[in-house]
């Protein structure tokens, strides 16, 4: 599985050359997130980015932080379903937030 730094996210992100996705559920997402990023919980993954998202479009995955395994697992989804440009970003919402990167809600 493919992971990336904060560093180039944010550099692909102000290119808008990625879709970001968060990965848990609503509540958390609309409580604070990765501005710019949008919100599909786990377990529906597969079914919207499939209806959203071409099969080679660059996504990244993230959840809370390194500890979390929900951002792992739906990277692993999107390529057990055929998408070829994932990544995860395993520090998420935590090491974005400390890194002093802006943060919506």
């Known amino acids: 599985m493919k992971t990336i730094m904060k560093e180039e996210l944010r550099k ?26 949008v919100n599909i919980p786990l377990k529906e993954i597969v079914t919207k980015a499939s209806k959203e998202y071409d099969k080679d479009d660059m996504i990244v995955v993230y959840c809370s932080d390194f500890e979390c395994t929900a951002s792992p697992t739906a990277a692993q989804k999107l390529q057990d379903a055929g998408f070829t440009n994932i990544f995860d970003f395993e520090g998420g919402k935590k090491e974005w937030k400390e890194a002093g990167y802006p943060m919506e809600n």
């Open 12 to 37: 692909k992100m102000e290119a808008g050359e990625v879709v970001v996705i968060e990965v848990l559920g609503a509540e958390k997402f609309k409580k604070e997130h990765i501005k710019g990023a």
